[in-house]
């Protein structure tokens, strides 16, 4: 992903794997890593993202694309951490390959069938992109960390283009 040019560390040449993600960081990663050509669109739509911030062409274009939505109150929130269930459904909306009649039903104890993620969280499941914990739940609302975010671009990746 470093390689080529899809995800940066920090100045200090570290990537802190460890660290949270925020949500325009994963969006950026998500649309370069999937080949995108990215442009700012006139209208942000969102009441947070402003011309100037460094995110304000990923998100405009991401929005107008459909890929994402936001929250009701009209904010993106680009510098929040970013869950795992917002992370999973924003990847498999930009890959296009979120089908919410057929996903099959997940399998984890926290994760409900009337959850908002319910679809995305068992079709990335299903397509091998991410994966739970040993006690069986998803943990949709914990943050998702940089390395994590790094693994599910890579296996979008391979999914889309080498399975």
């Known amino acids: 992903l470093y390689s080529q040019n899809d995800i940066e560390g920090y100045s200090d040449r570290n990537f802190l794997p460890d660290n949270d993600i925020t ?21 942000a739509e969102f009441t947070d993202v402003n011309p100037g911030d460094w ?19 009209g904010s993106f929130h680009p510098n929040d951490p970013i869950t795992r ?36 969280v068992a079709l990335a499941t299903e397509y091998e992109i991410v994966e739970g914990y040993g006690d ?8 998702i960390s940089r390395g994590e975010a790094a693994t599910v671009a890579v296996r979008v990746w391979y999914t889309l283009y080498v399975d």
Do not use: C, H
């Open 55 to 73: 995110y304000y062409q990923y998100v405009t274009f991401a929005k107008s694309k459909g890929f994402i939505s936001g929250y009701s109150d």
């Open 23 to 43: 949500r325009a960081e994963f969006l950026k990663i998500s649309l370069l890593n999937l080949g995108y050509t990215v442009s700012s669109v006139q209208e």
């Open 85 to 120: 269930a917002e992370a999973v459904v924003m990847i498999t909306q930009i890959a296009g390959i979120i089908d919410y009649d057929t996903a099959s039903l997940s399998s984890f104890s926290d994760v409900t069938g009337t959850d908002w993620f319910a679809a995305a």
């Open 136 to 143: 069986g739940t998803f943990r949709p609302y914990s943050n």
